[in-house]
């Protein structure tokens, strides 16, 4: 992604932290506002970690009641901590989850697993004929794992959906990440906006929030959504932080190759 004025930090250089903007006289915060920037947030980085690292499932974990109170998020989040950290540390998984409740309110995972445990085949096939399999190893409950295939953008999506759906912070917690992951892989250079433009398959566009600015990016290799701006962008307190861009090349069936995107990044811990 290229753009005629110079908004992407160089190497080296931290933003810093702005106050927050004073509210009107006898306004009060907006909690919406606040719980749609947070969502986005814990979107962006689960989209972040899940982009730039290779996944061999698209699971779905369940809780056994007997093993867990599956409507008890300080239960839960002890005996999940538990299991993924030892597996994390004795079989070399990675991983990242998102909670999401049943409409009873029990709570279930969804998400991405290396390919560091035991798979079983379920004999069972999902609606769209993609073998399932079971993962064993998992001793709270019970299992669904599907082997990537297709659009890892897709997935990725699919998974993101999870968080903003929900509007509700389970257990404190947008998601769950560990193991060995990547983090983004970013690479600033000087480039002529012009050059760029004038390649066959870029893509010009204009973002709202920061005006008489031109943005091209290279699309037809990536996995932008030829419909919609290659770059999305997440507002918080202390700018603007775009994602969802790449020039990586798609491979169906995962796992797939990191994916290098342009991005300005804000310092941030993950939960």
């Given amino acids: 992604m290229c753009c005629n004025r110079q908004l992407f930090r ?4 931290e933003a810093q932290r702005r106050e927050p903007r004073p509210l009107p006289s006898g306004a009060e915060p907006d909690e919406a506002d606040n719980l749609d920037r947070a969502m986005r ?3 962006s980085a689960v989209h972040d970690i899940a982009m730039s690292n290779d996944w061999a499932w698209f699971v779905t974990l369940t809780l056994d009641a007997r093993q867990v109170d599956r409507y008890d998020m300080t239960a839960i ?3 999940m901590n538990n299991w993924l950290d030892n597996h994390v540390r004795r079989h070399g998984l990675a991983y990242v989850l998102v909670p ?15 390919d560091a445990l035991r798979a079983v085949d379920s004999r ?17 409950g019970f299992t669904t794992a599907i082997a990537l295939y297709g659009n890892k953008q897709s997935a990725v999506g699919y998974v993101c959906k999870y968080v903003s759906k929900q509007r509700e912070k389970i257990g404190g917690r947008w998601y769950y990440s560990g193991g060995a ?12 906006i012009e050059d760029m433009e004038a390649a066959p398959e870029a893509r010009r566009f ?12 290279l699309t037809s290799q990536g996995f932008c959504d030829v419909n ?3 770059a999305k962008i997440c507002e918080n307190g202390d700018g603007l932080t775009f994602f969802g861009l790449s020039t990586a090349a798609a491979a169906p069936p995962a796992p797939a190759a990191p994916v290098h995107g342009a991005k300005k990044m804000t310092p941030k811990k993950l939960t």
Avoid at 10 to 13: C, R, T, Y
Avoid at 206 to 217: K, T
Wanted: net charge positive; charged share 25%; glycine share 8%.
């Fill in 77 to 79: 989040t002890r005996k």
């Fill in 41 to 43: 947030r814990a979107c």
């Fill in 206 to 217: 204009e973002v709202p929030q920061l005006p008489n600015i031109r943005f091209a990016a």
């Fill in 10 to 13: 160089e190497p080296g250089w």
């Fill in 181 to 192: 992951l990547r983090k983004p892989e970013i690479q600033l250079t000087d480039a002529n």
């Fill in 124 to 140: 069972h096939k999902d609606g769209h004929g993609h073998r399932v399999y079971n993962l064993p190893q998992w001793t709270l």
């Fill in 228 to 230: 919609q701006p290659p």
């Fill in 100 to 114: 999401e409740r049943h409409k009873d309110g029990a709570v279930h995972f969804h998400g991405f697993f290396n």
